[in-house]
């Protein structure tokens, strides 16, 4: 059937390490919408963007950049354990 509903747990969905990026100055995604986000499914690992906007990746690229070789490190780091 085409309607299946869909069943999020901890065995599916939480099985894959996940992060969030708060872009500190977005006018689409309100930081306070943001955090209840992150605060209703909370992900493993959380990083603040001061500045960033919607496009984190064109208003905050280094920055976004350096988060990104940090969470690549420590999950390389998690999987040798």
Excluded: C
Excluded at 33 to 47: E, F, H, I, K, T
Aim: cysteine-free; hydrophobic content about 45%; glycine content about 4%.
């Amino acid at each position: 059937e085409s309607r299946r509903q869909l069943l999020v747990t901890k065995e599916k969905f939480g099985s894959i390490a996940r992060a969030y990026f708060l872009a500190g100055d977005d006018k689409i995604i309100p930081v306070d919408l943001q955090r209840w986000m992150v605060q209703n499914n909370p992900p493993d690992l959380v990083r603040v963007i001061d500045g960033a906007d919607h496009m984190v990746m064109i208003s905050k690229p280094e920055q976004l950049y350096n988060y990104l070789i940090e969470i690549a490190v420590l999950l390389k780091n998690y999987a040798s354990i």
